[in-house]
């Protein structure tokens, strides 16, 4: 059993309310203060979720005495400033993704957070689901022999209360940084290798208006991308904002056979997965199927008691940018961008 936490929350987010918070409180820890940049928000979002302490200041929040973890769901622009706070002032950091949006100012939180002997991890969520830890099992066992390609399908419909600064923002809003980061971190522990080049093209398909003022950019909803490994193998990427009608999916090919996750890239505990092979197609019994978000919690808890890892390192974070760095690049140059060496070794529960 990991340990109890005290936890600090910044930014009075979605996700925030709508999934994490709930974990935290079932875990059993608590929730001490909120640190939202207004203070309006911030203390409706306090009344709702019965949390006695409102800030505006960041500084506020992670110098208080009765907090050990700061959960960062602000704005992705956000997380690098806030994390370093937080890890400056000795608070374990449990950030949302993307990590940051720079691999400079990512790999400085990394710093502080070694420096001060804080815990820094990433809430990807999906690593630590029960039917990709299921896929990666199968593939480590070599049930489809050597790996040729993987078709990830992560193009979902946009809820209406989402689509502020994600669909708006052009730093830290579209959907590379929202989805395509999220494919990224599936596929390092997965493949067990960093790609090696991406290219991407995207569009801008939503009925939404992108706000007059912001830019003349258009900040892109919809995303195909192709990665390429040095082993071989070649991944493609459906990531989209827009389309209301049709199931995620993960599909990896193999000389052997072909695993595939239906309904996998998702926030709950769903989803089936199948296996063909020359022996024919059958279904794979995943009889565990815990809360995604309370994995990353006990994970997260478990690591700050030195009883465990993260499901979803920093370094794994800085990984998983990376690759949307470079499908970001690629759009915008209309190149194939080739990323840099980083090992994809990772820590996820059960690999
Ligand atoms: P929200 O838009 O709900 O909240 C982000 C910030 O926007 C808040 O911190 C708040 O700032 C501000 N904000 C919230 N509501 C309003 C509003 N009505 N008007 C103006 N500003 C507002 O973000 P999400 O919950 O969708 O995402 C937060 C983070 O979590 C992002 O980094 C995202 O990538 C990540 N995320 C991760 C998911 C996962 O499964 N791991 C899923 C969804 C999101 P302030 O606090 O200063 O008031």
């Known amino acids: 059993m990991s340990p109890r936490l005290r936890w600090g929350l910044i930014g009075a987010s979605d996700i925030a309310a709508t999934r994490v918070l709930p974990k935290i409180r079932e875990r059993g820890d608590t929730v ?82 070694d420096d001060n002997d804080v815990v820094l991890a990433v809430n990807h969520h999906l690593p630590g689901a029960d039917t990709h830890t299921e896929i990666r099992r199968l593939v480590r066992a070599g049930a489809i022999g050597r790996l040729l390609a993987v078709r990830l399908a992560h193009a979902v419909m946009l809820p209406e209360r989402l689509r502020g600064w994600r669909v708006n923002a052009p730093e830290g809003g579209g959907v590379v940084m929202d989805i395509t980061c999220h494919d990224a971190s599936v596929l390092d522990p997965l493949l067990a ?14 009925s939404w208006a992108q706000e007059a003022a912001q830019t003349d950019v258009l900040v892109p909803d919809a995303v195909m991308a192709t990665l390429s490994y040095k082993s071989g193998v070649l991944v493609q990427l459906h990531d989209a904002f827009t389309i209301s009608y049709g199931e995620t999916r993960l599909e990896v090919f193999g000389e052997e056979g072909t695993i595939t996750g239906l309904g996998v890239m998702t926030q709950d505990p769903s989803g089936s997965v199948w296996l063909q092979s020359e022996a024919g197609t059958r279904e794979i019994d995943i009889p565990d199927r815990a809360d995604l978000y309370m994995v990353g919690l006990d994970s997260f808890a478990a690591a700050i008691d030195g009883t465990g890892e993260p499901s979803v390192t920093g370094e794994a974070g800085v990984r998983a940018l990376s690759v949307a760095l470079a499908v970001h690049t690629s759009l915008a140059s209309g ?3 080739t990323l840099s060496e980083r090992s994809a070794s990772h820590t996820v529960r059960g690999t």
């Open 32 to 113: 001490n203060a909120i640190q939202s940049g207004t203070l309006e928000r911030g203390r409706s979002f306090a009344n709702t979720a019965g949390i006695e302490h409102v800030v505006t200041d960041v500084g506020d929040l992670v110098e208080r005495d009765d907090i050990d973890a700061v959960y960062i769901s602000s704005a992705n622009h956000h997380h690098h400033r806030q994390a370093i706070a937080a890890a400056e002032a000795g608070k374990h950091v449990l950030c949302e993704k993307p990590i940051a949006l720079s691999i400079a100012d990512a790999e400085r939180m990394l710093r502080v957070a």
């Open 193 to 206: 290798e960093h790609p090696h080049a991406a290219a991407g093209l995207a569009v801008r398909q939503g």
């Open 335 to 337: 190149e194939t961008v």
